[in-house]
């Protein structure tokens, strides 16, 4: 007896994807040298789930019987019983109606689950995007491309020769890739043609199979692409040590970090001239942020004026550095620390939302507490600021000053721990509904039943991106789409969390057990190790061996193209120093993910054009 008999769908529901999230994750815990499931244990939780609540009978039985039932079905069942008693024809309305019940809760929560993951991983890789986009990250961005492409055309490829049909090959491919959206993406879209079609619908149209094929496909889709890292190690007998330094001394010889230098003024001409008026000392290249004059050690403001043998401490990038120094006078190796005077250094975070998108010069920090303002971090990175830079929420600025006015800056700014760490849900809400519009912007595609769109798992990550890099401009300072790490994880986590429990829990109690032991599940499983493995080797290959792309952030830029964190933490292990592989994944990430998205329905038009529903 099914215990929705009981009239309790939502609590029951939530029990049931409860259990199989916690079995789930501890599944994913399970690590061998640092190899797991990870998050995607939680779908074998939910398959397990799945199987279970349909044997005990926990689950309607119409459910397990892979049967789509619409608003219509309650029609059809009346009609085709009008001969039967008043109490039949009831007992069979109130069965069709608890499906409709069970299906539609589950649907929702497995969707919404999907928005949020994406959604937050937009937010999450957003601010650094648009600067990913040259030189060698441009390089792994096309790689990574490629790998998409590829993998999409061998599993459609499956499909086209006749060995998979169109459902299993979306699967499949999903699966080999570890990608949870692309799975959403195909299953949407599939769903959308089913809905538009008239009369018998062809075979390979069940979005059932394509979860099973998912999870058929998906363990070798984690594995494939660290066995592929260490099959290029081998090949090639990569030396980590060295691959670690070579990358150390790349980005010492490209960075642009600001750099401090003190400078005796020895420059005659120079001599009773204000700070301002010194053509080398340009807002936004080089800024004096300390001058000692004796033992005087003070915070020069515009109007200071200097004399023979002041010391400035300057800031900047090395270039303009050294062209101010060789213009001002002479380097020294005095100290200006702060320490035994009364002046302190101290960084500062911009949470007062009174003062987004003002600027430094508006705040009048120096001429009111004679305080500099010697760099500003953004998102990562460090410049100069100027007096007209202006103020976005989690800007951190490093003050030089005396205690007490540092204080009061702060006190302006804002500065709050807490606020660092709260997650604004109306920019949260704005950034949903916006995606949701997105989303649902379809293109027609001549001669296919549903038209490709960017769906619930294409729209929402969009619009991420351009909110969490651009959201601050276009609403002129007056809304933020910063998320804290924390906040940011525990959305993202509970998304994916409860979009894998219920694809597995829909799909173990649809008989994927079956399936798998005495179905096709083990030919699928076979045609993802292809989709797995022959485009990371190729790519992995030719950006290491042909491009010299250094072989820690390959790995990184494989992890990143597979969307697998596994992979990722698995990359980041090899060397002391994580900066190269993480830096690699974060750079493919958002365009693997936004093409993964996309490839399922590109292939589902292919495979429409190819008249491979028609036969």
């Keep these: 007896m099914s215990l929705f008999a009981f009239n309790n769908e939502v609590p029951i529901i939530t029990v049931l994807i409860g259990l199989s999230s916690v079995i789930g994750i501890l599944l994913g815990a399970i690590k061998y040298k640092g190899v797991g499931l990870g998050i995607g244990g939680v779908l074998f939780g939910g398959i397990f789930m799945g199987w279970l609540a349909q044997k005990m009978g926990w689950v309607p039985s119409f459910a397990a019987g892979g049967n789509v039932f619409d608003a219509s079905t309650l029609t059809d069942v009346a009609s085709k019983t009008v001969h039967e008693s008043a109490s039949v024809l009831n007992a069979k309305a109130a069965a069709v109606s608890e499906v409709l019940v069970y ?9 919404f689950g999907l928005i949020l993951f994406v959604y937050t991983i937009g937010i999450q890789v957003g601010p650094g995007f648009f600067s990913s986009l040259k030189g060698t990250g441009l390089k792994m961005i096309c790689y990574a491309v490629v790998n998409v492409f590829l993998g999409a055309a061998i599993a459609l490829s499956f499909c086209l020769l006749g060995f998979m049909n169109l459902d299993a090959s979306i699967g499949v491919y999903a699966g080999a890739v570890t990608n949870t959206p692309a799975l959403g993406a195909g299953s949407a879209m599939i769903d959308d043609i089913r ?7 062809p075979e390979g149209l069940n979005k059932d199979t394509v979860a099973s094929a998912y999870a058929v496909a998906y363990p070798f889709g984690i594995c494939g692409i660290l066995l592929t890292m260490l099959i290029i190690r081998f090949i090639f007998r990569v030396n980590i040590n060295a691959e670690g330094e070579k990358y150390e001394l790349q980005k010492k010889s490209n960075r642009k970090d600001l750099n401090t230098q003190n400078v005796s003024v020895v420059n005659s001409d120079l001599f009773g001239l204000t700070i301002a008026s010194i053509p080398v000392l340009q807002p936004g290249k080089v800024i004096c942020s300390r001058l000692k004059r004796g033992n005087i050690l003070m915070v020069p403001k515009p109007d200071t004026v ?7 401490h300057l800031v900047g990038n090395k270039k303009e550095l050294d062209e101010a120094c060789a213009f001002i006078g002479e380097p020294v190796q005095v100290s200006l620390t702060t320490k035994g005077t009364d002046l302190s250094v101290r960084k500062v975070v911009v949470t007062n939302e009174k003062i987004l998108g003002k600027t430094l010069d508006s705040l009048e920090i120096k001429s009111r507490f004679d305080v500099a303002v010697s760099r500003l971090i953004r998102t990562g990175m460090e410049f100069i600021p100027h007096s007209g830079t202006q103020l976005h929420f989690g800007d951190q600025l490093n003050l030089v000053g005396r ?11 804002g500065d709050s721990a807490v606020a660092m760490q709260k997650v604004h849900m109306l920019p949260v809400f704005i950034g949903l509904v916006l995606g949701m519009v997105l989303g649902c912007f379809s293109i027609p595609v001549p001669g296919l039943p549903a038209a490709i ?4 798992a294409g729209g929402p990550m969009v619009v991420a991106i351009l909110l969490s890099r651009f959201g601050h401009t276009i609403t002129f300072g007056k809304m933020h789409w910063f998320m804290p790490a924390s906040g940011n994880s525990a959305l993202r986590e509970i998304g994916i969390v409860l979009f894998l429990a219920i694809v597995g829990f829909n799909s173990g109690a649809k008989g994927f057990i079956d399936t798998l032991l005495y179905g096709d599940g083990l030919t699928w499983m076979g045609y993802g190790v292809f989709v797995t493995f022959v485009p990371i080797m190729i790519c992995g290959i030719l950006a290491y061996k042909v491009s010299k792309i250094n ?12 969307t697998d964190p596994p992979a990722l933490a698995f990359a980041n292990g090899m060397y002391k120093n994580s900066e190269a592989s993480a830096l690699g994944y974060a750079t493919v990430y958002p365009f693997t993910m936004f093409l993964r998205i996309l490839t399922p329905q590109i292939m589902i038009i292919i495979a429409v054009a190819c008249g491979v529903l028609a036969k």
């Design 306 to 312: 200097i004399y023979a043998d002041d010391i400035l």
């Design 551 to 562: 072989y820690l952030s390959v790995c990184g830029a494989m992890a990143g193209s597979m």
């Design 103 to 111: 299906q539609k809760v589950l649907h929702y929560v497995q969707e």
């Design 195 to 201: 809905a538009n079609l008239q009369g018998v619908i």
């Design 453 to 456: 769109k960017l769906g619930l």
């Design 403 to 413: 205690k007490e006015s540092i204080d009061a800056v702060a006190n302006i700014v």
